[in-house]
Each structure stands twice: as C-alpha cells, then as structure tokens.
C-alpha cells in the first residue's frame, strides 16, 4: 500500500549504517538535510560538510568526534533517548569530520546552508536546556540542542521533544510557512520519531488552510516525516512514549509561528 510522500519509512541499513537521508533535493525543498546512521563498534562515518552546517546528535551509544583533525574525545552514552539529552557537535561549512563508534551507536546527522562563519561547538547534554509546554494532555518536555535563543549556528535549528503516552504535542496546531517576521517566519521541519515500547505508534496530521495540502500519517518507530508548509500537530497512542527530533531551517534563524485560528481558543488566555 503506497504512502504519502511526507512520510520516509527507515531503510534497512546499508554498508555504511545509513537508515535515513533526507536531501533538499529528495524532500523538494531549499534548507533541511537529515540522515540516521546504525553504526557497528568501529564503524566511520568521515565527511566534508562543503557549504552545508551539521549538527552530529548521538541518538545512542558512544562514539569518538574528530572536526578538521581535531579530537573532540568520546562523547554520547545514552542507550535510550528517553534517558536523558544527547551529547552532540555542531560543525561548521567547510570543515571535515569523523565519526568512529566506540560499540553499537546510532547517530544522526542534521544540516542546513552555512558559510563557515561559526565555530565547532561540543554540546554535552548539561547545555541541552530542558523545559515542559503545555498542561493536561498537551504536555511534552523539550531539549533545546540548538535553539533560536543562541547563537550558535547560522542556520539549523535542532531538538528534542519527548511526548508522553496519549498526550499530543506541536499542539495546538501550528505553522511557520511564510517569510513574514516578526510575525511568522519561514521554516522547513523534519520530524525523526521513536517510540517507547518500540511497537508503539501515533498519528501526525499535516495540513494547510486552504487543504490543498492535507495529509494524516500513522507513525511507527523510526519514520521521519517531512513538514514542507502548513500546520503539523503530533499525537502519540496510549500506553506509547513518543520522542522526536527536530530539524528546522530557512531564510532567518528565527522560529515565529502561527496558530490554526480554529484552534487557538485552546490556547492560555
């Protein structure tokens, strides 16, 4: 049975661990780049990152960073990403960088457009800011890797959301699909989604006013789906912990959002 062409199933890993690639040119789109890898213990990922920014995030396990021949150490070590943050690197356009595992790992890789300007950055999880939105049933808990409060990438915009059993998240729905600030700004979104116990799943609407884009996905354990324009809430079922990481990107490294107005009413007044 076909499916919609926002939602990328994981691909049986090849000779070099890649489960995930999400290209501009395969998402059709401008910013976002977003592959996974499933590394064995002495597995490599070695890359010149050319005129793209990366932000390597260790989903899990450990593995040792090099960034234009410089040793970053070992860093990662979580077995689960409901554990804790993840240790990550941003590094910059023009630069090359390894990847080694240390034993079984999975790591994520998350670029966008960049010219060089920032410096490699070592993110241990105590820089990962943690905080809870919403109440009730629209609770979820947050991890800001690379936030638009900081400073330290030209374009990406990498987290963290954990979502627990049966509660819904992105939510009330949301959109940042015009290039209108201060108001709303413009950004590209890919969602990589795992689930507690790994059997679980949700559903992940994404959706325009005017419909002319409305799709509703059933999401499993490590599918990706993309969010090129409109408003995207993410449910997870019962009994099921839902953890996504985000990867945003556009024209100004700034999140401005937009409300469904039919929905805002859900909204603090």
């Not at 499933?38 to 995030?57: F, K, N």
């Amino acid at each position: 049975m076909s499916h919609s062409p926002l939602l990328v199933r994981a691909a049986i890993p090849d000779a070099d661990g890649l489960v995930h690639r999400v290209t501009p040119q395969s998402a059709d789109w401008t910013y976002v780049g977003f592959e996974t890898h499933d590394l064995p213990a002495g597995g490599r990922i070695a890359r010149d990152t050319e005129d793209r920014e990366v932000c390597i995030v260790m989903v899990s396990g450990r593995a040792r960073v090099t960034v234009d021949g410089k040793d970053l150490g070992v860093i990662g070590g979580r077995a689960s990403v409901f554990e804790a943050p993840p240790w990550s690197v941003y590094v910059p356009a023009r630069s090359r960088y390894t990847v080694e595992a240390e034993g079984p790992c999975e790591v994520a890789l998350c670029s966008a457009p960049g010219t060089g300007a920032k410096p490699v950055l070592l993110i241990p999880p105590a820089e990962v800011p943690e905080e809870t939105r919403g109440k009730g049933s629209n609770t979820r808990h947050v991890r800001n890797i690379l936030a638009d409060t900081d400073d330290r990438a030209e374009s990406l915009l990498v987290v963290e959301v954990i979502t627990p059993s049966g509660n819904w998240s992105s939510y009330p729905p949301h959109k940042h699909d015009r290039d209108a600030f201060p108001d709303e700004t413009l950004l590209e979104e890919s969602y990589y989604h795992r689930f507690e116990p790994k059997q679980g799943y949700g559903v992940q609407r994404v959706y325009t006013d005017d419909r002319s884009l409305d799709e509703t996905m059933t999401i499993h354990d490590r599918d990706v789906v993309l969010v090129p324009r409109g408003y995207h809430p993410v449910g997870a079922a019962h009994g099921y912990t839902l953890y996504y990481l985000n990867v945003m990107a556009g024209p100004r490294r700034t999140w401005r959002f937009h409300n469904d107005p039919d929905h805002a009413w859900l909204l603090p007044a």
